[in-house]
């Protein structure tokens, strides 16, 4: 299972009652391949780049789910044949996941030698006596 995020525009003219429900079927999809949804996000109606099918705006809806490759398969071809979904983007979250997870390590370690060392340096250093 991997880390995917699946974000939706749907037609600004569609109903809130609509995008629920496409909301459910997304859902019930990925429940029943054996994924897991972690987060649904409505984003709102917001301006388009520029204009799909002569829409420009949109109603961007975010899923972040744990899934396999077969599981997203389904739900793009399902968002496909969708008419109220205008467009629909899947991204593999895993390697960003990893990546973000390595630098928040290396960070962590690198402030920890730097306080061991800010430390040390902050020190006195220990007086000589000068025997006579």
């Known amino acids: 299972m991997r880390n995917y995020e699946i974000m939706f525009i749907v037609n600004p003219n569609v109903v809130e009652e609509e995008i629920d429900k496409i909301n459910t079927q997304i859902e019930s999809i990925i429940t029943a391949g054996g994924g897991t949804v972690a987060k649904v996000e409505k984003m709102g109606k917001r301006r388009l780049a520029y204009p799909v099918d002569k ?19 389904e739900t793009e071809r399902r968002l496909r044949v969708m008419d109220q979904v205008i467009k629909y983007l899947s991204v593999r979250m895993d390697e960003d996941i990893r990546r973000q997870d390595k630098i928040k390590a290396h960070r962590a370690k690198r402030a920890l030698r730097r306080s061991t060392n800010a430390g040390a340096a902050g020190r006195p250093a220990p007086e000589q006596s000068i025997e006579e």
Request: proline share 0%; no cysteine.
């Open 55 to 73: 829409f420009r705006d949109g109603f961007y809806v975010l899923l972040t789910i744990l899934a396999t490759g077969d599981i997203i398969k």
